[in-house]
């Protein structure tokens, strides 16, 4: 993609206050509240001091990837009440057209053993003809093509998760999706993971990203992707034997145990010891994976299973328990007051404020704790309460790279198939999709994603976008503005304010932007004159580029 010759000061002056400025940095004063222990029938919006547009922008910036033209007025029709409560609900929502366009994505309804089949990794023969020079690339590809590479299955999970966020109506579920999967990171460039994952995706995170969570953190725990991912996979008991020649595995791998409490449940400062990992560690050797270049499935062995007694955070295990071991600190853990305290936290971050209240942290606990960990009931509380709805809360998060691009093509009333070249966009800003290394995933604090490259990256994807740059990605710019006289200059950015940040800019941006309008790369004509075919596609792009809508 070509750089931007929009001049950098422009570029700066209009982002660089992203991070600063008034409700950057989090919610207001929190109020009491007593939330139900269950989703009420009727869900009801707190008193505010947003207007109600501002609270539908809110709340559709927050629980998805921001409005659509005509998304405001439809939610206004509905009511906001009965909006939050569908997208609790996201199955009483039909959503033909993304499982329309899903379809075409092969890969996403195969097993791990038919994309092992299907995928494999290239002969290593092939591979080493190609280095020692004795077969073209060209001649490579035709033995081996680009359909048939593991590339594919990750190209393809890309591609889904930017028409599912760009497209569908069930957007607090993608939302939700994207979260958990960031909170369970597993990275598909370790190994046999990137034929696991598309499995990790469709049957450990999404069917639970709503629902208890004690069955999200055991589906992952079980799940062949995060036990390779984390190497409990090899992890046995300290005295097993191994196979002859000192091949396999040498012993207890603590991994998935520190990870598990220090990331997936209590927090760093939830309480647990050294020793507490290491006993976790046994508890969890035996759950390993059956053939993981080949089958790819779950399996409990017994005889490399640590069978002695454990305490863990003070609780007894006693002897023999085989797997029943792992399920009972899935069990203690998902129950545990730290593990409340450190999810609810982590949603509230996500929803309100990268510093989120304390009282509504508190809250959202308790809730957690009332109803057995109930996801959706803990959104309830988090969704409806004061401090979301607070004027500190309103545009105070930064989007990330993804959430920027899904919400951008969403603006301007784009469609997406998704594609390689979008879904590398979002990796050149910053967050490339699937690949996060470390298993802390990728942050959620403003400071992550500001500095001047990333900007500058922002807005060479907005003039992409607008210029139609993306194959699978089209937009009809057009269509936004709407009637009017396409070389007035003035007029058309007063049209893409109202319809790309629905005319909240500062004083500061609109300024900035009205300054441009004399310039070349602006108007295609002589500087000084403002009515001569104004370059609709640019001044887009800049709109893109405010800060207004970096934030959500």
């Known amino acids: 993609m070509p750089r931007s010759r929009l001049p950098v000061v422009l570029i700066l002056s209009l982002v660089l206050g992203v991070v600063g400025g008034p409700g950057a940095r989090g919610a207001s ?20 001091p947003l207007t109600e547009e501002q609270k539908i922008l809110h709340v559709l910036n927050r629980l998805g990837y921001g409005p659509r033209p005509g998304d405001v007025e439809r939610v206004k029709a509905m009511g906001l009440p009965a909006y939050l409560r569908q997208q609790l609900y996201p199955e009483t929502i039909p959503d033909h057209e993304v499982e329309r366009q899903l379809k075409g994505l092969l890969t996403l309804s195969m097993t791990t053993s038919e994309l092992v089949r299907e995928f494999p990794q290239p002969d290593p023969k092939l591979l080493k003809k190609v280095g020692d020079g004795e077969m073209s690339r060209a001649e490579a590809m035709e ?13 393809e999970l890309q591609s889904a998760k ?19 999967f960031n909170h369970f990171n597993v990275f598909a460039g370790k190994g046999a993971v990137k034929w696991m994952l598309v499995s990790y995706e469709r049957d450990a995170i999404r069917p639970h990203a709503l629902g208890k969570f004690k069955d999200l953190l055991l589906a992952t725990a079980r799940h062949p992707a995060m036990l390779f991912y984390l190497d409990n996979w090899m992890s046995v008991r300290n005295d097993f034997p191994g196979r002859p020649g000192g091949k396999g595995p040498k012993g207890l791998n603590e991994n998935y145990a520190r990870e598990l409490m220090e990331l997936h449940t209590l ?21 390993t994976i059956n053939q993981p270049r080949n089958d790819g499935s779950f399996v409990f062995r017994t005889g490399a299973h640590d069978e002695g007694d454990k305490v863990v955070l003070g609780h007894r295990i006693p002897a023999g328990g085989g797997q029943s071991d792992g399920d009972r600190v899935i069990e203690l853990l998902a129950r545990h007051p730290s593990t409340a305290t450190f999810i609810a936290t982590k949603l509230a971050r996500r929803f309100v404020a990268d510093e989120p209240p304390p009282a509504l942290v508190a809250r959202a606990a308790d809730t957690f704790t009332r109803t057995d960990g109930d996801i959706r009931a803990v959104l309830a509380t988090i969704v409806t309460s004061p401090e979301f709805f607070s004027a500190g809360a309103y545009r105070a998060k930064i989007k990330k790279p993804f959430d920027l691009v899904a919400s951008a093509v969403r603006a301007v009333g784009g469609r997406t198939s998704g594609g390689p070249s979008l879904a590398r966009t979002v990796g050149q800003i910053g967050e490339p999709l699937y690949a996060s290394q470390p298993p802390t995933g990728y942050p959620d604090r403003a400071e992550a994603w500001v500095s001047t490259g990333a900007l500058l990256s922002r807005m060479n994807f907005a003039l992409g976008l607008t210029a139609n740059r993306y194959p699978g990605t089209r937009v009809d710019l057009g269509r936004l503005v709407g009637a009017g006289d396409p070389r007035d200059s003035p007029e058309l950015l007063d049209r893409l304010l109202a319809g790309l940040v629905h005319d909240r800019v500062s004083v500061e941006t609109r300024e900035a932007l009205l300054r441009q309008l004399t310039d070349p790369e602006i108007t295609r004509g002589p500087r000084g004159d403002r009515t001569i075919n104004p370059d609709l596609e640019k001044l887009a792009a800049l709109v893109l580029g405010s800060p ?4 959500r």
């Open 29 to 48: 004063a929190p109020r009491p509240s007593s939330p139900s222990s269950t989703v009420p029938l009727s869900l009801s919006v707190p008193p505010s």
């Open 143 to 155: 033995v081996f093509p680009a359909e048939k590479r593991p590339v594919r299955i990750v190209g």
């Open 162 to 180: 930017l028409i599912r966020a760009v497209e569908s109506e069930r957007q607090l579920q993608e939302s939700m999706v994207d979260f958990w």
């Open 267 to 287: 927090g760093v400062d939830g309480g647990y010891t050294q020793k507490d990992v290491v006993e976790v560690a046994r508890c969890f050797t035996g759950w």
């Open 548 to 551: 207004e809508f970096q934030r």
